[in-house]
Structures are given as C-alpha cells and as structure tokens.
T-cell receptor, first 113, second 109 residues
C-alpha cells in the first residue's frame, strides 16, 4: 500500500531533550516536506527536500533540523525542544511538479513541557 | 505579500449544498488545491485547478477564477461524514504550498 509512515503518533517530552520524528515513504517520491499545524493557523512549512541530499528551509525552520540521506526517509530533528514547538506535525511527499498532490503521514502530536 | 483567506467555520444541513470560498494572493500562479482534513487526521487531496472554470468530481466540485484570485469548493448532497476542515492551498514562486487556515464545516442532521 502506498503510504507515508510517520512515527511516533504521540510524543510528550521535556524542554531540551533531543528528539527525532521519523518519516518514510514507499512511493519513490522525490519531494518530501515537514509541516506544523497549530489552531487557527494554516499548515506552515518547516523544511522541504527536492531530492536526496537537497534540503531547504520553509517558513518556520528555527529550532528544527532535517536530513535526506535516502530517498525514502526524511527525519525531523529537534535538538533542544521548547514549549513553543508543541504542535501537530505532518510529513508529506509527492512526485516532482508543483501540480502534484501531497500524500501526508498520519501526524505526530508533540507536547513539550 | 502572499496570502490565502477562507472562512473559519460554516454550518450546513445534511442533504443540502454548501460552497466554501477561498481567495488567494500569490506571486505568480501555479494552480490551486483543495484538501479535506477530518479532526485528528491528515489532510487528503480533493482537487487541483489550474484553468478557469468548474471541475466536477462526484459530489464535490471546485471552481477557479484566476482573474479574481478566487476559488470555491462546492459540496452537494451533504453527508455527516463531510464534517471536516477544508484547506485551500496554492504554490508560491518557489513552488511551495501556502495554506489557508482551513474552513471547519459542521453538518447538522
């Protein structure tokens, strides 16, 4: 089944404790992206990757890191999480082309205490 | 600047028709997307318009007017399962999507 697998689904952590949210897709998509979603705001892009070893900042990259060493994986790393990073996070992928639809992972609800 | 606006919330009755509007301002134009998002779930693709006019897909249709920077999503024969948020999005000049805040649609019996 074609899918984007994101883990964990829920995560509660404390300020400053490094964490990684994993994202993997099995559709051989070149493009992958991370978003955060907060109440009353639209999805905001954190980082994106057009292909292996190519990553770019989105609108809200501060406090986040990503890597794209393999085509299928695009982990999101929070080196020192802070409470303002409490949010719902989505990973997404698509084929190359702005007219291509995004496929989303199931989301990670992160709470930083 | 780049911006997408849509109403925060709408209410409609089961079996009726509802139109969800979206206005956009982007540098350049590379089409407009609609996604559906049920509470606690991921967004899923509904439609993509790049040319003016109405595109029908079953109970859902999407309309685009590039000259007016305007789109709408039309949902017919509403069902309770259509209760969800509907997200409007358009690519910016770097081909990255800018998203509206979403319209929460409440369906009443």
């Amino acid at each position: 089944e074609a899918q984007v697998t994101q883990n964990p689904r829920y995560l509660i952590t404390v300020t400053g404790k490094k964490l990684t949210v994993t994202c993997s897709q099995n559709m051989n998509h070149e493009y992958m992206s991370w978003y955060r979603q907060d109440p009353g705001l639209g999805l905001r892009q954190i980082y994106y990757s057009m292909n292996v070893e190519v990553t770019d900042k989105g609108d809200v990259p501060e406090g986040y890191k990503v890597s794209r060493k393999e085509k299928r994986n695009f982990p999101l790393i929070l080196e020192s999480p802070s409470p303002n990073q409490t949010s719902l996070y989505f990973c997404a992928s698509r084929r190359q082309g702005a007219n291509e639809k995004l496929f989303f992972g199931s989301g990670t609800q992160l709470s930083v205490l | 600047g780049q911006n997408i606006d849509q109403p925060t919330e709408m209410t409609a009755t089961e079996g009726a028709i509802v139109q969800i509007n979206c206005t956009y301002q982007t540098s350049g134009f590379n089409g407009l997307f609609w996604y559906q998002q049920h509470a606690g779930e991921a967004p899923t693709f509904l439609s993509y318009n790049v040319l003016d006019g109405l595109e029908e897909k079953g109970r859902f249709s999407s309309f685009l007017s590039r000259s007016k920077g305007y789109s709408y999503l039309l949902l017919k024969e509403l069902q309770m399962k259509d209760s969800a948020s509907y997200l409007c999005a358009a690519p910016d000049s770097n081909y990255q999507l800018i998203w509206g805040a979403g319209t929460k649609l409440i369906i009443k019996p």
